[in-house]
């Protein structure tokens, strides 16, 4: 059982900014691959691969309901992504940016 320990804001963001570089550090999808299916629950993985799988439906203009009927997300889940990728911290738009440029788009 894990116990309940107390973590600063900074300890957090230390672990956060760790988990970061580990990411940075991988350098093939096999690689990436092998380290989120270790790092994550079934479940975690699913989750976050339905969300990236909604942003890039949101890019192509497509509708929440047919993005549901696409995905199985739920249209809140949509919403919520939806908001991040107009309102959150930017991460979204950077990757987007990214594939596209690789892409030659």
Not at 27 to 54: G, I, K, N, Y
């Amino acid at each position: 059982m894990k116990i309940n320990r107390p973590i600063t804001p900074r300890q957090e963001q230390l672990h956060e900014r760790a988990l970061c570089n580990a990411i940075l550090a991988l350098r093939t999808v096999d690689e990436c691959r092998s380290f989120f299916r270790d790092l994550c629950t079934p479940a975690e993985l699913q989750a976050m691969a339905d969300r990236w799988a909604v942003v890039e439906l949101l890019e192509r203009g497509l509708p929440y309901r047919e993005i549901h009927r696409q995905t199985g997300v739920s249209v809140t889940t949509i919403g919520r992504v939806a908001r991040y990728l107009t309102a959150g911290s930017g991460g979204y738009r950077v990757v987007m940016g990214r594939l596209a440029d690789a892409r030659g788009a």
